[in-house]
Structures are given as structure tokens and as C-alpha cells.
């Protein structure tokens, strides 16, 4: 990171619990070097093993990630560099509208069969991820499941998280894949009016449908990273994870080249 942009990713940064007197051992290490090696790490694709000497040993990188990660920390970080972005294009924090969709991507020998399916309209075999991202394409919320777990059925559980983290959400566009019960569900358990935006039958080609193409934006940020052109892990939260850290790059990124 340069300086500029450490500034954002530091003041956005959860403060640790021993600095607000609440008990336990302080870190001994530069938190700095720990989220740029993570962010390394990310961008990569590498493996934990191969991070380079000019970092902390990685058992200790690793450490910080996994208590990040099982803590909520890459969350609230995440979602507190997404506050500011909003902020800055002169958005309210909480957003009204989302996008929903969801993308399969093959998965690593490291992936166990619990949590790994087969995506038949993609001929994918490996996992999903389901993702809700704001006006702006925005990471709002994330879950990963098996490629064979259909949209509908994972839209349902995703709706619920998103309810629960963000509740002035009353629209969510959505694809063709959302269609049916859910559209009910939505309406009727959370009070969100989802809106399935179709492609019409006479068009032929490649055709930027309104709003959906805001979430593909996002997909495509993601799999910048290395690390993410393919699943390589074991747990489906740590998948998760990943997708906030990378996010909170390209974040962190605009806010550091945002003239103060």
C-alpha cells in the first residue's frame, strides 16, 4: 500500500479490544505489514506457504486472518470502507436498492465434496457465489454454497442475511433465475419488492441490461484477484472472507486517489 492509501485503510481499521481497556495481549506485530501480506496474498493467488520473506512468517499472517475472519473484523472493516465510499459519492451509508446474482466458479482439489456440486447451465464443477451488491456495486452481502445449490434456494437465505445487516433495502433487481416463490417470499417476509429484470426475445448478441449490469461489474473486480478466478478453500467462510478483503482493496484504492 502507499502511504495514501494506508491513511484510509488505517483510520477504517477496528480498533483492537486491549486498546479500549477491555483486555488482551497486545499485538506484536505492524498491523501494515499483516494487511498488505493478506492483500498479497489475495491478489496473488498464492499459497500461504509461498508468502514472501519480506512479510511476517506466515503461520503469523495466517493467524491474523483466521481471527479476522472467525472475529468479524474483515466484515466491519469492509463495511466501514464501504460507509465512506457511499459517503464520498454523496450517498447515504445505508442503501435502499440492491442487485442480486450469483456466480459459479471451478474449484481446487483442496475443495471437499461436502461443499463442492455441479452447476449444470454453467458446467461448472466447484462452488457458487451468491452476492448482493448496492447502486454503486457495492458488496452488501456474500455467501458461498455448492454450485449445485440453485438461485432461488440460496436467494432465500441471502435475502434473510441482507434484511438483517441492511433493513431500509425495500428493491432488489434480480435475474430471471430468481422468478417464482421468492419473489412472494420477499415481499411477503421482508418487505423487499424483488424486480426481475428479463432479457427480451428479439434481441440477439450481447445486449447491457439496466441495473444487472452493475452486479457483473462487481464480479469482475473480484476475479482481478488471482486468488479468486477459482475457489481453492476449505471453508465456505473463509471463501467469503477472501471476497471481502479483495473488495476492501479496490475500495481502499479509490478512496487513496479521491482528491481531499
Known amino acids: ?41 489475495v491478489a496473488g493467488g498464492i499459497a500461504w506457504r509461498a508468502v514472501p520473506a519480506d512479510f511476517p512468517a506466515w503461520d503469523r499472517v495466517y493467524a491474523f486472518f483466521r ?23 454523496g450517498r447515504d451509508p445505508e442503501p435502499t436498492a440492491g442487485i442480486i446474482d450469483s456466480q459459479s466458479v471451478k474449484g481446487a482439489a483442496s475443495v471437499p465434496a461436502a461443499s463442492r456440486g455441479f452447476d449444470a ?21 456474500v455467501m458461498v454454497t455448492a454450485a449445485s445449490a440453485t438461485d432461488r434456494e440460496s436467494g432465500q437465505r441471502l435475502l434473510a442475511r441482507l434484511r438483517e445487516r441492511h433493513w431500509r433495502i425495500t ?29 427480451s426475445d428479439d434481441t440477439a448478441g450481447f445486449v447491457v441490461l439496466p441495473k444487472r449490469w452493475l452486479v457483473e461489474r462487481t464480479f469482475a473486480w473480484l476475479v482481478r484477484s488471482r486468488g479468486l478466478v477459482r475457489d481453492y478453500e476449505t471453508r465456505t467462510d473463509t471463501s467469503e472472507a477472501m471476497i471481502r478483503w479483495s473488495m476492501s482493496m ?9 482528491p481531499h
Open 250 to 258: 479496490v475500495m481502499s484504492r479509490r478512496l487513496a486517489r479521491r
Open 171 to 199: 428493491l432488489v433487481w434480480a435475474d430471471g433465475g430468481y422468478t417464482g416463490r421468492l419473489v412472494d417470499l420477499a415481499r411477503d417476509a421482508w418487505r423487499v419488492a424483488l424486480t426481475v429484470i428479463k432479457r
Open 1 to 41: 500500500m502507499s502511504d495514501a492509501e494506508w491513511a484510509v485503510v488505517r483510520d477504517a481499521m477496528p480498533v483492537p479490544a486491549w486498546l479500549e481497556g477491555k483486555g488482551g495481549q497486545p499485538e506484536g506485530y505492524c498491523h501494515r505489514q499483516m494487511v498488505d501480506a493478506v492483500r498479497y496474498l
Open 67 to 89: 481471527r479476522w475472519r472467525d472475529t468479524g473484523l474483515v466484515a466491519e472493516f469492509h463495511d466501514r470502507l464501504r460507509d465512506r465510499v457511499r459517503r464520498g459519492a
Open 121 to 141: 447451465g454453467k458446467r461448472v464443477n466447484g462452488r457458487k457465489r451468491h452476492i448482493v451488491v448496492d447502486t454503486l456495486g457495492l458488496l452488501l452481502v
